[in-house]
């Protein structure tokens, strides 16, 4: 099969459910309003992307390349980002719903997370140093045997962070949110 190279271009408002888009290399490109859910993403390289309100929700990420994309208000549950080329990979994610995803033992240092819904989501064993989850909602999302050190957590909530099983040296909390660092003691602690 054929690859096909798109450069600069802008894609808005199409639907993939029943086809795939075309296999190949996304440069500079900018998505909007798509929907992506249960496609195959599969061997795609996408390069300074930018993905705007577009739903990728159950979309196979196998061999995927994400390196410097944008996903702004996107719906992306259920994904498996540890499917992706792990080869330099570089997200952001601004106001996305990001409901179980995984990013099993993926190196995401310096990843910004902002204004998103990260429920249930399962980061064990990923690199995420000096990432920043900016007011984001980290209800049951997991957190084990994750690099935290100097993860910025202060305006985010609902997190449960065990840290004997993490490493979070030099990670910000807020003293409103504290409490998730003893959610394993089941100690009741008054404002």
């Known amino acids: 099969m054929d690859r096909v190279f798109r450069e600069g271009m802008k894609f808005d408002g199409l639907r993939f459910q029943n086809s795939a888009p075309e296999t190949g290399d996304y440069e500079n490109c900018t998505f909007k309003n798509c929907d992506f859910s ?36 996107c719906k ?32 995401l240092k310096k990843t910004r997370f902002k204004n998103s819904k990260i429920n249930e989501a399962d980061f064990t064993y990923t690199d995420l140093s000096n990432s920043s989850f900016d007011n984001c909602d980290l209800e049951r999302t997991i957190f084990k045997n994750t690099n935290l050190e100097g993860v910025d957590f202060r305006t985010s909530f609902n997190y449960s962070i065990d840290p004997e099983f993490n490493r979070i040296k030099k990670a910000k909390f807020s003293l409103p949110s504290i409490a998730g660092l003893l959610d394993k003691y089941d100690i009741e602690i008054e404002k």
């Open 38 to 73: 249960n496609t195959s993403l599969s061997d795609m390289n996408f390069l300074e992307c930018e993905f705007r309100e577009c739903n990728l929700s159950l979309a196979s990420l196998i061999g995927t390349s994400f390196r410097e994309v944008k996903f702004i208000n």
């Open 76 to 107: 992306l549950l259920g994904l498996h980002f540890e499917d992706c080329n792990d080869l330099m990979i570089s997200v952001e994610f601004v106001g996305c719903s990001m409901d179980l995803c995984s990013f099993n033992k993926l190196k």
